[in-house]
């Protein structure tokens, strides 16, 4: 008796699906990413407008004041959609939960200063506060923007603020012994603390911001790249005796901005480069909200590390250089 095995070849009849076939030119085969993302969103046949702003349909383009010809342009570098942004994440979650044992394992806590523990109190932990507000900033740009492209990686960033202000949460009960005492402290520093009304007035401003694509680019590059870069990048000197602690518990915000700002700087860049109108429009956004963080963080600034708001002012310098790469005029 003999047994012949034989192999057949099966051609697919299409490579992907129709309308990324028309992205692509052709019926070529896409990546996972492509997949789910080209022409994802809804564009036709909708049965009636929103009852609480019913001059724009639920995906509408003029809900922001930049005109893109294709809102599918923007796209992210990283390529992430759901499984690839879960992978990534869940690795730098790993490394989180790694600094954490290790800190309570070798009592690094317990070891840092009183004068450390208030001015992480007073300058770390209301930070919560502030994700929280860019978690409700980028879940508003993902319900009101346009094109998933956009939307989609929106929708992430929002998840990663939420991340961030629980792990901002950890390190309080670390420091209180799980009471959650340090929470209640931070909450009445942000509430009513003279250094940080600033800040708080900013994100509360951006809350009103109706504009999507203006709201992304104060997000994105103001609030985080002054505030945000200003506690986690410049104020290492603010924590004291505390700073290789707080720099192990908070790697997780520095592993992020790198890894952010690869797809909000390039989604600025597109937009911007769309037309010299776009541009000009971006770039008086960038100047505004950028000038409103600096002097949201100045009090901040001199309050946590004493230098008269210098800091600030270095993280303001970062930023416009920033933006003058992404092609803005500043």
């Known amino acids: 008796m003999t047994v012949q095995i034989k192999t057949l070849d ?7 699906f129709g309308h990324v076939a028309r992205r692509l030119g052709g019926d070529k085969p896409a990546t996972r990413y492509q997949e789910a993302t080209l022409d994802v969103q809804a564009t036709a046949n909708f049965h009636y407008k929103p009852q609480w702003e019913p001059e724009y349909w639920v995906y509408d383009t003029r809900k922001t004041a930049v005109v893109m010809a294709d809102w599918y342009k923007p796209l992210d570098p990283r390529q992430y959609y759901y499984a690839t942004y879960n992978i990534a994440r869940a690795n730098m979650n790993q490394a989180v939960e790694r600094a954490f044992a290790f800190a309570e394992e070798r009592g690094l806590i317990e070891k840092i200063s009183a004068e450390a523990r208030k001015q992480i109190e007073f300058g770390l932990l209301p930070l919560r506060h502030l994700h929280w507000g860019a978690n409700m900033n980028m879940t508003e740009i993902t ?12 929708i992430f960033s929002a998840g990663d603020h939420l991340g961030m202000a629980q792990v901002v949460s950890r390190i309080g ?13 931070a909450k009445e520093v942000w509430m009513d603390d003279p250094a940080w009304q600033g800040v708080r007035k900013l994100i509360e401003d951006t809350f009103v911001e109706r504009d999507f694509f203006q709201l992304f680019v104060a997000q994105t590059l103001a609030i985080n790249g002054v505030v945000f870069d200003l ?15 707080v720099a192990m518990l908070t790697e997780f915000m520095s592993d992020w901005r790198a890894d952010e700002s690869k797809w909000s700087d390039s989604v600025i860049k597109t937009v911007a480069a769309e037309s010299a109108e776009n541009k000009a429009l971006v770039s008086q956004w960038a100047s505004d909200w950028i000038a409103r963080a600096v002097e949201a963080a100045r009090p901040l600034s001199a ?19 920033r933006a003058r790469a992404l092609g803005l005029t500043l």
């Open 173 to 185: 009960l670390l420091l209180d012994g799980q009471t959650g005492v340090s929470l209640d402290m």
């Open 143 to 154: 319900q009101r923007g346009y094109g998933t492209a956009v939307t989609a990686p929106c």
């Open 303 to 321: 309050a946590l590390l004493g230098d008269n708001g210098a800091q600030a002012e270095a993280a303001r310098e970062a930023t416009i250089k």
């Open 10 to 16: 099966m051609e697919p009849k299409r490579q992907t």
């Open 231 to 245: 506690i986690y990048k410049f104020a290492d000197a603010g924590w004291k005796d505390a700073q290789i602690a």
